[in-house]
């Protein structure tokens, strides 16, 4: 009998919930600092949809959008925690309190994907420990 339930030590659906609130908080802050972001429009709209794209093929009997997840989680927490060090300098050199907002807009990014990459591998662990648990049964 086949059963549709997830299997043991699936967290996509909340990283899922993850990408999609990440993608929304840039989106939303995307018309406010766009001028003083390092990278041009386009990549950051591009992020924006390529998280949501993630976010909807994330299926549990697909392994590989545990892999993907894991490193657009890795990815972005990396890049997000590089721009909120630049922004925080900046800010603190008298360069604007935009870089303040976007300090903190970058830090809350990085907490999102650092929760989203935590889940992304225990689900990819849970996923391996599967296949060696079925390996090791039909070795015996």
């Known amino acids: 009998m086949q059963t549709n339930k997830a299997p043991t030590h699936y967290y996509g659906d909340s990283v899922r919930q993850l990408f999609f609130s990440a ?29 949501i794209i993630a976010a909807g093929l994330t299926k549990p009997k697909r392994s590989y959008t ?34 303040l907002l976007l300090f903190l807009a970058n830090q809350i990014l ?11 591998v225990k689900t990819i662990r849970g996923l391996l420990d599967k296949n060696e648990e079925e390996e090791s049964y039909l070795v015996r």
Do not use: D
């Not at 591009?46 to 998280?51: E, N, P």
């Not at 545990?66 to 603190?92: D, K, W």
């Not at 990085?110 to 992304?120: D, G, H, R, V």
């Open 23 to 51: 993608a929304a908080i840039m989106a939303a802050l995307l018309p406010f600092v766009h001028g003083r972001l390092e990278v041009p429009l386009g990549v950051s709209i591009g992020g924006i949809l390529v998280l």
């Open 66 to 99: 545990a892999i993907l997840n894991g490193g657009l989680s890795l990815l972005s927490a990396g890049l997000f925690e590089y721009y909120a060090v630049g922004s925080y300098q900046l800010f603190t050199t008298g360069k604007g309190s935009i870089f």
């Open 110 to 120: 990085t907490i999102i994907f650092i929760f989203a990459l935590y889940l992304s």
